[in-house]
T-cell receptor, first 118, second 116 residues
């Protein structure tokens, strides 16, 4: 199956700093990438949808100035958590899809990034 | 209203036995797709099986099968011959054609524990 990588897999940072998480589709061009957040023992919460070359679409309640998303190419999207606070500590997962609007096309998920803000 | 409901927070199954994980969904879109994902403790989401709303037969993928009951809006996952490696969180998800074919709605998940 298609492979999506995420980097870093774990990050610990101090409160007030910014953290960048990269999501790459390794063997296909991802027209659309998604960023999810998952709290312990909870489901995935969609944060935003990003399409290559255009601004990301954020879900209600997600601060776009706090979570900056850049989908610079068809294989790379980045999520930057700006001025991180302890409450931003979470598991962030990206997914990618070749697009085309095919209903049965699954999203291919990255392995996730565990962020801990001290 | 919740689009995907998984009512079993946790399930236990004896190794080599079969187990059914429940999933019900809510949509007015006649065209939709249902997915099951497995999330082991490592965190990665692993795609297991897909069922389309117009598919005539229940989907099967190896030891995974989907018991699709369209009138009841249920899409239960059946895992046959459980293995210790099946212990994980399992998420049911849905995609609706009318809201954009890329958006996935996830349920709250079921934690499956396989007992030796």
């Amino acid at each position: 199956g298609a492979v999506v990588s995420q980097h870093p897999s774990r990050v610990i940072c101090k409160s007030g700093t910014s953290v960048k998480i990269e999501c790459r589709s390794l063997d296909f061009q991802a027209t659309t990438m998604f960023w999810y957040r998952q709290f312990p023992k909870k489901s995935l919460m969609l944060m935003a949808t990003s399409n290559e070359g255009s601004k990301a679409t954020y879900e209600q309640g997600v601060e776009k100035d706090k979570f900056l998303i850049n989908h610079a190419s068809l294989t790379l999207s980045t999520l930057t958590v700006t001025s991180a606070h302890p409450e931003d500590s979470s598991f962030y997962i990206c997914s990618a899809t070749p697009g085309g609007g095919i209903l049965r096309e699954t999203q291919y998920f990255g392995p996730g990034t565990r962020l801990l803000v001290l | 209203a919740q689009k995907i409901t998984q009512t079993q927070p946790g399930m236990f199954v004896q190794e080599k036995e079969a187990v059914t994980l429940d999933c019900t969904y809510d949509t007015s879109d006649p065209s939709y797709g249902l997915f099951w994902y497995k999330q082991p403790s490592s965190g990665e989401m692993i795609f297991l099986i897909y069922q389309g709303s117009y598919d005539q037969q229940n989907a099967t993928e190896g030891r995974y099968s989907l018991n699709f009951q369209k009138a009841r809006k249920s899409a239960n996952l059946v895992i046959s011959a459980s293995q210790l490696g099946d212990s994980a969180m399992y998420f049911c998800a849905m995609r609706e054609a009318q809201t954009g074919a890329n958006n996935l709605f996830f349920g709250t998940g079921t934690r499956l524990t396989v007992i030796p």
